[in-house]
């Protein structure tokens, strides 16, 4: 079955792609604690920061459609402007992610229970302020930290980047044993 031309898919067509006799290659860009927590069946684990380090090498082993799936779809755009950058046209995103394809309904492999990327972020950067605000009580100058924090909260906002998220991604909890290139390029080449 070919993937229609547009970007964005919705859950329906991916399910109904998933069971056609020329199924498209899932991506999954999220981190690894991500993908361990819920995923579609079949799916490789790709994270962005890897795709991004290592898409050549990638791309040489897709050569059939690709749908890319992250939490709400804003890592799977960035890692089709890099896939779509090296020369693959066949890149497709799932809309809404694995977000919208769990509340439609369609089943997840579940493991290990982990916290969203975007939940650590607001975690992280929430206690930040909290803790400059209360500080700056003893030591004025704390506020300028929550302003900061701010400050890159709107610039992620406009630039749909997050360092503080590829920061918390590198952590040992969202790593993920064997997601490294070459692991990913055997699953790749294997299937």
């Known amino acids: 079955m070919t993937i229609p031309m547009t970007a964005v898919i919705d859950s329906q067509n991916l399910s109904d792609m998933l069971g056609s006799s020329n199924p498209p290659r899932v991506l999954d ?22 795709l991004r380090e290592h898409r050549d090498e990638i791309v040489r082993h897709l050569d059939e ?9 804003q890592r799977a755009a960035q890692a089709e402007e ?33 916290w969203d990327l975007e939940r650590q972020v607001r975690l992280v950067a929430g206690s930040i302020v909290l803790s400059s605000i209360l500080g700056s009580i003893a030591a004025p100058r704390l506020k300028w930290v929550a302003g900061a924090v701010g400050g890159g909260l709107t610039f992620a906002a406009l630039s749909n980047t997050c360092a503080m998220g590829m920061l918390l991604s590198k ?13 990913i390029v055997a699953q790749l080449v294997s299937a």
């Open 65 to 73: 459609d690709v749908v890319l799936v992250c939490r709400s779809g």
């Open 82 to 114: 890099t896939l779509r950058n090296a020369g693959l046209s066949n890149v497709h995103i799932l809309g809404g992610g694995i977000t919208a394809w769990e509340a439609h309904g369609f089943a997840v492999n579940r493991g290990t229970q982990r």
């Open 171 to 183: 952590l040992p909890y969202n790593r993920g044993a064997g997601c490294d290139a070459q692991s």
């Open 29 to 50: 860009v999220r981190t690894p604690a991500e993908f361990e927590t819920a995923h579609i069946a079949g799916a490789y684990n790709v994270p962005l920061d890897l």
